[in-house]
């Protein structure tokens, strides 16, 4: 294993990006589009283009001293200027393989059944569930590698060669959250080490604090773990019996009141002036700082789903966690559900799946004896919960949890105004959330044997979704693929744009019965090229953002010079109407799901199988272009394909 720091990330070509960029516009535009592109590309090498670039490279070198690369900070603020509510914008929910958990669902402990109360295991039921067992070995196992971050004690993760990956990322399995403010929003860390530490558990609308670690931050026992989450649920399905005003007391049960995540639900801009007042509230910032520095928080459900429709529920539906906070997952207790809910701004999705491969070899500590947290005893945990819902915990107490050893609910105190505001953006953030639809559809994978040339499944997925943009639209326009870009410092994602012009031609081709395995040939080369070019920090659609923020901050750069960084025919090549990627197979990560990012197109999850691909769409319902259409299209396509490639081998 190397022991090397991750590299630098390089600023590419100049004149190495300009040219895939034509190359990529010739791929969606026609032919008199193309050749406005490329006379502004020339005026722009002969032009400001060679001083945009020295200005930044020089960028790169003040970067590199501060440890980052000369997009990294670019990046970050890019995430935190979004002003959308972040469900339905940037955050992304993966479905995670619940295989190694073993699951006993439907098969309730003694402890379990006395929670369900009397009668069956009626999904419909919300006053306790058959599995807390499943449920807490879950959470014993990922509060293992959550707190290992937290003693800063991560080995250090490599790539398929052995090569360091940079670690910046999982900095965020801490905890920690992201605050709205008014303009950008920052991200503040965890003040909490691993001792004592919480995660927050979602039931009924309510969030309750649990603990999770002991006196040296390790996990809990299981056995701890689960008596904890029985006692959640207990609270959680008491009647309410607090009369104060609706928003002190944010339970589902009371038809006026507000759930707890309900205020998250509101982009930054809309959410940071009630939140700045909220928090002069001594009881609000207690409040506030215990959900910042929980370890991460749970959503605990009754709900029995087809998997598309679980998916869509927690990667858009507001109040199932805190999307400002970075990691937050979903668990089913009537099934083997198991998803992950992150905020982007932090991670990716590649970090994502190294955690969750980590959680799956961690060792489980069933029911040894538990050390003792500092506090009120298990017996106390009821009345730990009512005084902290009354608001009688001091902030001291609140910021240190030195006195709680049971299940505590976190509570708010809005004001009345407040509460008007977060009703309101609740109620649209159900809407907007009804608004996206999340479908699965598999397709047959094209068999790789005895073929005469190197048939890469990531290539041929996307070669799928061209020819079935070509079949249900008769056009083809730009599609996004992310590409890993840790090995780098500082390292996040690079754009890959696979909708080249040898994929184009070959999927018309293939349509019309005319494709040759020199097309073919071509249009994996095609695509081989571009993912080696990222893998050299030679990726162009970063670049590009370095150039235009380099020219909007040079004086001297008029708007006619910098008409190649704002051509039609770049601005098409850029526009992502499928926003794609893929992290590998099914071990870890199952699928996931994300808004697209513009109204007409999809954010699509691609997954191989040994005998299938799957894509996980999702779009909006009123503005997707023709979604039945291009759904129906994929299968056809991967058909075509299949049988194009079958005719090779023979």
Not at 7 to 17: A, D, N, Q, R
Not at 310 to 317: D, K, P
Not at 448 to 469: C, H, N, R, Y
Request: glycine content about 8%.
């Amino acid at each position: 294993m190397s022991t090397a720091a991750p590299k630098p990330l390089p600023v590419p070509p100049l004149e190495h990006t300009v040219e895939a960029v034509v190359r990529a516009v010739g791929a969606v535009v026609d032919a008199p589009t193309l050749r406005a592109t490329e006379a502004a590309a020339r005026a722009f090498l002969a032009g400001p283009g060679p001083a945009l670039q020295e200005r930044l490279r020089q960028r790169a070198t003040r970067e590199a001293s501060a440890g980052r690369s000369w997009l990294s900070a670019w990046w970050l603020r890019d995430y935190l200027a979004v002003r959308e509510p972040l469900p339905l914008s940037t955050n992304v929910a993966f479905q995670i393989n619940p295989s190694f958990l073993d699951s006993t669902c439907g098969e309730p402990t003694d402890a379990d059944a006395e929670d369900m109360g009397s009668g069956d295991a009626d999904p419909g039921r919300t006053d306790g569930a058959p599995d807390a067992g499943r449920a807490a070995r879950f959470i014993h196992r990922a509060a293992a590698v959550h707190l290992t971050q937290a003693r800063g004690q991560t080995p250090q993760e490599t790539d398929p060669r052995g090569n360091p990956v940079d670690m910046t990322q999982w900095e965020c399995l801490a905890g920690g959250l992201r605050h709205p403010r008014p303009g950008v929003d920052e991200i503040l860390a965890p003040r909490a080490a691993a001792a004592h530490r919480e995660i927050g558990v979602f039931r009924a609308g309510r969030l309750f604090a649990v603990p999770v670690a002991d006196d040296d931050g390790a996990p809990l026992p299981v056995s701890t773990l689960a008596e904890s989450l029985r006692a959640v649920l207990r609270e959680a399905g008491r009647p309410d019996q607090n009369q104060e005003s609706p928003g002190s007391r944010p339970s589902l049960v009371g038809p006026e009141a507000l759930p707890f995540a309900a205020a998250s639900s509101l982009g930054s801009s809309e959410l940071a002036p009630p939140l700045e007042d909220a928090l002069q509230d001594p009881r609000n910032a207690a409040t506030y700082a215990r959900l910042r520095d929980l370890l991460f928080t749970v959503f605990l459900t009754d709900e029995v789903l087809e998997e598309a429709e679980h998916l869509r529920r927690l990667a858009f539906e507001p109040s199932r966690v805190w999307p400002y906070r970075t990691i937050s997952y979903e668990i089913g207790l009537r099934d083997d559900w198991l998803c992950l809910h992150a905020e982007h701004s932090t991670v990716d999705g590649a970090t994502l799946v190294a955690a969750i491969r980590r959680m799956q070899e961690v060792t489980e500590d069933a029911g040894g004896s538990s050390r003792v947290v500092s506090g009120s005893a298990p017996a106390e945990a009821g009345r730990c919960v009512e005084r902290a819902a009354a608001g009688e915990n001091r902030p001291e107490e609140t910021a240190t949890r030195d006195s709680i050893q049971g299940p505590a609910e976190l509570v708010w105190h809005w004001p009345d105004a407040a509460c008007a505001t977060i009703r309101d953006g609740f109620a649209r953030g159900r809407e907007r959330a009804r608004e996206l639809k999340t479908a699965i559809v598999r397709v047959p994978r094209p068999p790789a044997e005895g073929l005469p040339l190197k048939l890469s499944v990531d290539a041929v997925s996307q070669l799928i979704l061209t020819v079935a943009q070509q079949l249900a639209y008769g056009r083809t326009r730009a599609v996004y693929e992310a590409v890993d870009m840790r090995e780098y410092r500082a390292g996040r994602t690079e754009c890959l744009r696979p909708v080249t012009p040898e994929a184009v031609a070959f999927a018309r081709a293939l349509i019309s019965e005319d494709a040759t395995l020199d097309m073919f040939s071509e249009a994996l080369e095609a695509h081989r090229s571009w993912v080696k070019a990222c893998k050299r920090g030679e990726g162009v659609d970063r670049h590009l953002l370095g150039l235009r923020r380099i020219a909007a901050e040079g004086r001297d750069v008029d708007a006619p010079a910098r008409a190649f960084l704002e051509d039609p025919g770049v601005a098409a090549a850029t526009t992502d109407f499928l926003s794609t990627t893929s992290i590998g197979g099914a071990q870890q990560i199952v699928r996931y799901a994300f808004a697209p990012t513009v109204p007409e197109g999809f954010g699509i999850s691609y997954t191989p199988h040994p005998e299938a691909i799957e894509y996980c769409l999702t779009w909006h319902r009123d503005t997707a272009d023709a979604p039945e259409e291009f759904l129906a299209a994929l299968p056809r396509a991967a058909t075509l394909l299949g049988e194009f490639v079958r005719g090779l081998g023979q």
